[in-house]
């Protein structure tokens, strides 16, 4: 017959269970108010940018307001479809956009004074 082999036993300590230490109040707190110390995404340069591009896009929905005939009795096309309704306004709002995308993808000052100089001193 086989022989059985007897599975040896190690006497281990039994391991300590420890409770959980519970958080304090401050530590979430300042956690909280330590998040908001972070740094805009853009900058004030950008929001400048940003703001005159949006004038740009207002101002040329305003030149192309209006084009209420006088007498309603009369077709004038020279109060419709003139200069600074066709060709002016449609370009300040084009203009305004790219602007408004150039205060979005323009990097900000920040970023670059934040990195050290790794020049070698003499």
Same mark, same amino acid.
């Given at each position: 017959?086989?022989?059985?082999?007897?599975?040896?036993?190690?006497?281990? @300590?039994?391991?300590?269970?420890?409770? @959980?230490?519970?958080?304090?109040?401050? #530590?979430?707190?300042?956690?909280?108010?330590?998040? +908001?110390?972070?740094?805009?995404?853009? +900058?004030?340069?950008?929001?400048?940018?940003?703001?005159?591009?949006?004038?740009?896009?207002?101002?040329?929905?305003?030149?192309?307001? +209006?084009?209420?005939?006088? #007498?309603?009795?009369?077709?004038?096309? #020279?109060?419709?479809?003139?200069?600074?309704?066709?060709?002016?306004?449609?370009?300040?709002?084009?203009?305004?956009?790219?602007?408004?995308?150039? +205060?979005?993808?323009?990097?900000?000052?920040?970023?670059?004074?934040?990195?050290? #100089?790794?020049?070698?001193?003499?």
């Amino acid at each position: 017959m086989a022989k059985k082999t007897q599975k040896q036993f190690q006497n281990k @300590p039994a391991a300590r269970k420890q409770a @959980p230490v519970p958080t304090r109040r401050k #530590d979430k707190q300042d956690s909280l108010f330590s998040a +908001g110390k972070e740094e805009f995404i853009f +900058g004030r340069q950008n929001f400048i940018w940003i703001g005159i591009g949006l004038a740009l896009v207002c101002l040329g929905l305003l030149a192309m307001a +209006g084009g209420a005939m006088p #007498d309603p009795n009369t077709w004038d096309p #020279d109060i419709i479809y003139s200069f600074r309704r066709i060709t002016l306004a449609p370009i300040l709002m084009v203009a305004g956009f790219v602007v408004v995308i150039y +205060g979005i993808f323009k990097k900000t000052n920040t970023e670059a004074t934040a990195q050290p #100089d790794n020049t070698p001193a003499e």
